[in-house]
Structures are given as C-alpha cells and as structure tokens.
C-alpha cells in the first residue's frame, strides 16, 4: 500500500523548472531511494513531499495528508533531516532531543534512541564537538523522535568514512526494520544498490527510470560485457548476431562482446560448436553506477 504518493509536482526557481512533473509512490515500509545528479531537483522533491516548500502544480499525499493544506498533522508523520540540517553548536545532544521532543505530544522516549543509535556516551557533548559520523547519527535520532511513520533522509551520508557509512546504512535498516518508510536521497550508487528497494533516477527535473537497483543495473545498454582471445578463427559477424548482444569489437587479438547474460551463453555456446576454446576469459556485469551514466546526462550546474 502506498504511504507516499507524488503526481505532477512541478516546481520553477524564476520561471526555470526544477521539478518537472514527477509522478511516483512509496511503499508502506520500503525503502525508496532517489539518485541523480547534482542540481537534478531532489531535495526540492523531497521538500514538497515534507511541507516545506509549496509546489506550483501537483497532487502529493503523505499518509493520505495534503503536506501544505494539514501541515501540522504532517509534522506527526513526517520526521525529516535535510542536507542543510542544523543544530545550534552550543546545545548538547541532549539539549538538541529534549528541544526537538517538546515540539510533540508523544514524543519517542530520548534516551532509548540515543542507546539504539550509539550516542549514550556522547550525551553530554556539544554538536559543535560531535564528529561527522555522530552528527548524523544525531540528526537520524532528531528525525525520529516525533515517532513518524515515514522518515526522509537527504543526503545523509555524504562526508563520511566508508565505515561511518556502514554503520549509518545499517542504522537505516533497522529504522525500516521497526516499521518506518524510508525515502533517501543520495548521491552514492552503492548506498542505493545496499539499501533501496526501489529507486527513481531523476534528472534535470523528470524521473528518467524507477525501478529495483537490480532492475535498473539491467537497463544500462550493454550490461554484461564479456572478452576473451578465440583460440581460432571466428567471424565476427556470427557474434553480432548472437541475441542481446549489442557491440562486438576486436584488438590485439582479444574480442570484446557487450549484451546481456544470454549474449555471453550463446557465445560459449558458438565457441564450444566451433571447436575453439575461449583464452583469458573475463565477464563482467554492469554496475549500478554504469545504469547511472546511461540513464543520467551528467550533472548541471
Ligand atoms: N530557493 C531557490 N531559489 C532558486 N533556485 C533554487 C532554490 N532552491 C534550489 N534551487 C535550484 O534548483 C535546482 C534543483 O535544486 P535541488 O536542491 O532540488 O537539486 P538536488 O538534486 O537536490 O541537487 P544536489 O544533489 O546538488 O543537492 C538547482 O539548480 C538549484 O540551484
């Protein structure tokens, strides 16, 4: 069931659209990731969907409420850390929950977030003290304390060490895992292959592809790339022929044949019925980060 449901939203800065008519939904307890370029119009996606900018055009629903018109009753259902989250540097962690708790009628119990999300020994400390990675764990735990139903992440790993990344996703997982939807945005192929269930690609304002990281990994052209040195002669016209197969190229004696799985069996298959053997053989499967390239123009500025 969708928790999250996005139709039409457009959204212009003086008269250039940003947003360009973004349709999509989110699952009730997914994870739903949205990946693009720098500039692409996410974070002004994900501001409409909290209430906190007003789109031009467009119908959103969070939890069947209208996020401008029932702004209040969505701040009860909407815990939010954006890119440009703040604290005052002077408040301590606990000062920053026990300021962020007043603002709700129930709100979580402080002290169980900070266990949970490794904070207790830092309960004390200044925001201005915390490193990166307990930074953002506070902020994770001030997106929380309201006890939302969907919690939307921007960017939340962006300036941490691949083990403070980890640690994060795994933070992630388990806030979906206690029954929480996720929308995260992210700039990192490999934090939306680890976590997302579905992913929008949006670019220069529009959703170019929506779909699971595995799904949009078998979009990128030429997703299995295999190469190998024939051990005898082989046209090369037999191998563009082969089905999937999208490009077939040849230097110093190694050929090089893009398509998909099914590309690479029919090849073995056609060597194997050739007599020949297939020397150095070497495949390698499209990345997410390859799907990006081909579904994304590049950045803007
Ligand atoms: N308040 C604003 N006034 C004018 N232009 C804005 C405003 N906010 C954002 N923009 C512009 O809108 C475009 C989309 O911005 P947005 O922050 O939504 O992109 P993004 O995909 O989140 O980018 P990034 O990955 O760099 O954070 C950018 O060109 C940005 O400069």
Not at 106 to 121: H, N, S
Not at 159 to 170: F, H, K, Q, S
Request: aromatic residues 4%.
């Amino acid at each position: 069931m969708a928790i999250i449901e996005v139709a039409g939203l457009r959204k212009a800065y003086g008269g250039r659209p940003v947003v360009d008519g973004v349709s999509f939904s989110v699952d009730d307890g997914e994870i739903f990731g949205i990946l693009g370029p720098n500039g692409a119009g996410k974070t002004t996606t994900v501001e409409c969907v909290s209430g906190l900018r007003v789109a031009d055009e467009g119908r959103v629903r969070v939890a069947g409420l209208d996020p401008v018109a029932e702004r209040e009753a969505l701040t009860r259902v909407v815990g939010v850390q954006l890119q440009r989250s703040e604290v005052q540097e002077k408040l301590t962690v606990r000062e920053a929950l026990e300021l962020y708790a007043a603002f709700y009628e129930r709100p979580a119990d402080w002290r169980e977030l900070v266990e949970e999300l490794g904070l207790a020994d830092r309960i004390g400390a200044r925001f201005g003290k915390l490193s990166g990675g307990q930074r953002q764990r506070l902020f994770i735990a001030l997106a929380l304390i309201g006890r939302p139903r969907v919690v939307v992440l921007d960017e939340l790993t962006t300036g941490l060490d691949p083990r403070g990344r980890r640690n994060t996703w795994r933070l992630i997982e388990r806030v979906r895992d206690s029954g929480v939807t996720v929308v995260l945005v992210t700039h990192f192929m490999e934090e939306a292959r680890h976590l997302c269930d579905r992913v929008a690609l949006i670019d220069g304002g529009r959703i170019t592809a929506l779909d699971t990281p595995v799904g949009l990994i078998g979009r990128a052209a030429g997703s299995t790339v295999m190469s190998f040195v024939p051990s005898g002669p082989l046209p090369e016209g037999e191998l563009a022929a082969l089905p999937g197969a999208t490009d077939v190229a040849r230097k110093d004696g190694r050929v090089t044949v893009r398509g998909s799985e099914e590309t690479v069996n029919a090849a073995m298959a056609l060597i194997a019925r050739r007599g020949l053997t297939a020397g150095r053989l070497r495949v390698e499967s499209a990345s997410l980060d390859d799907a990006y390239l081909d579904l994304t123009e590049g950045d803007r500025p």
